[in-house]
């Protein structure tokens, strides 16, 4: 899929940098600003989570166990929040997990199964892994490891807290998770709606939430995509069975499947060359049918400005390199439309 001289300068690269960690730790370069999408990380997808309010009370503690619909697992608040111990109400969902994505390995690789879910159907703010081709799970692994991938916005914390993982792995647990999330196949659970006008949300654990109450409403998609829960409760459990809703602005799906099936003239390039027909993955090119459109405009964005660099990326610059904010919102409303 690429030169071996280009992979040997590649990792040569890679091989100097592990060795300078301190150099690569906490100075992100500025992003371009002459970039066609724009220098500033567009914050509903690189989502921080809405303050909340000085004197707002707290929640009452409850150790009542909670329950899921068609789950007889029972959780208590603090196994729901144990990253070595993540929640897993539906075992039958997905094959027997490796210890790393079960239980990851005190103090620093949290179980890939918390955040990605213990099936890798993963949720907008992380990403789906299951279905990924194993070569590439291992390789993105490396990148981070590495300083050649991070997220154009360092103060959104679950792609930190990605980087702090992915630092702390070996191989062989890379290895582990990749084999795992590549056996078995990723479920389409994102709806995409075209819509003028939204409910007006806050972000609460790195998604975008309807307020109820004070505050609630509607206002105009203008431009942005909004993935927010089927049902907010079941995501603030972590339920792996309940999938997304993805706003988009109208237009967008046929807008992204001319720039995505012809490439538009010259602005970018047909995808399905390397990521399959019907965008379901092509050897170690990853899949991008029905997956997260908040999670493919931050990687668009992130491989625009060059923050996610690892050996492979080049392939992407061209398809990359002309797009605007809104034909990476056009594209990702049709490839998440897509039947995965
Ligand atoms: C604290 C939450 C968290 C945990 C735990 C976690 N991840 Fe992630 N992971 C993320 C986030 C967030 C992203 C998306 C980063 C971005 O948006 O750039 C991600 C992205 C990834 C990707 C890139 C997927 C792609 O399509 O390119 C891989 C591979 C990955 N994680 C593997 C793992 C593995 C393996 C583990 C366990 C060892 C793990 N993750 C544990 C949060 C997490
Ligand atoms: C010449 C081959 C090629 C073409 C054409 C191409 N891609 Fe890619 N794409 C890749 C490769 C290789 C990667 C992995 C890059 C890396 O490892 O950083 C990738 C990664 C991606 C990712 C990140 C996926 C993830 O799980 O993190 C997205 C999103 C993406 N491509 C979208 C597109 C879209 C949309 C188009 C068309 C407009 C396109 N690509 C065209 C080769 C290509």
Redesign the pocket.
Known sequence: MTSSSHLAVASAFAAAVLTLPSLIAQTPPPLRADAPAGAVPPPWVYTINTPVPPGAPAAPADDTPRSVPGSTVRLTRAQLGD?FNPPDWRPENHPPAPE??AH?RKPD????G???YPNGQGRP???S?VG?PAA??VQ??ADMRAGLRR?ADPNMR??A??LA??KA?TVE??RA??DYFASFAYRKWIRVVETPTVAKMKIAGGVFVPIVGDGAGTEPIAGRIIETPEDVARAEVRDSGSGFIAYVPPGSIRRGEALVTTGGGTRTIACGVCHGADLKGLGAV?PLAGRSPS?TV??LF?LQHGTRRGPWAPLMRAAVQKLTLDDMVAIAAYTASREP
């Open positions: 990253l790393v994505v990851g690789v949290r179980a890939c918390y955040c990605h703010e992380n990403s892994l990924l590439y799970i993105q692994m997220s679950p792609p807290a990605m993982i992915a792995s647990e890379d998770a990749a990853p999670y931050r990687q992130d």
